[in-house]
């Protein structure tokens, strides 16, 4: 079973920037839809974007399209997610998932992803 490892949080100001990693242990992710959700204290894990298996295509939520950027590294079996011009309402904890099932193309339901990893915690200040 792919596990998966989020990194690259942190606490930064309004407007800065962060990377977010997401390391896979199996060779074979890229034929897998990866995607980044993020949790808020008290609200409910919602989908930030997706990339789909092959580098098909990305998907962003409204509130990350314009500012962030996911990516992967196949030979690397990595994930990014680069988040520009970051605003208050983006603190939450960040999760990498794995869409379910190889071939599948995105959803933005949680539900439909495992390999959750522990997470990685950013803040942005004002």
């Known amino acids: 079973q792919v596990q998966l490892v989020e990194s690259g949080g942190g606490l930064v100001q309004a407007g800065d920037s962060l990377r977010l990693s997401c390391a896979a242990s199996e060779d074979t992710f890229s034929r897998y839809t990866m995607a980044w959700f993020r949790q808020a204290p008290g609200k409910e894990r919602e989908f930030v974007a997706a990339i789909v298996y092959n580098n098909l295509g990305t998907y962003y939520a409204d509130s990350a399209k314009g500012r962030f950027t996911i990516s992967r590294d196949s030979a690397k079996n990595m994930v990014y997610l680069q988040m520009n011009s970051l605003k208050p309402e983006d603190t939450a904890v960040y999760y990498c998932?794995?869409?379910?099932?190889?071939?599948?193309?995105?959803?933005?339901?949680?539900?439909?992803?495992?390999?959750w990893g522990q997470g990685t915690q950013v803040t942005v200040s004002s």
């Open positions: 998932g794995k869409r379910s099932r190889v071939f599948t193309g995105a959803t933005v339901v949680p539900n439909g992803y495992d390999g």
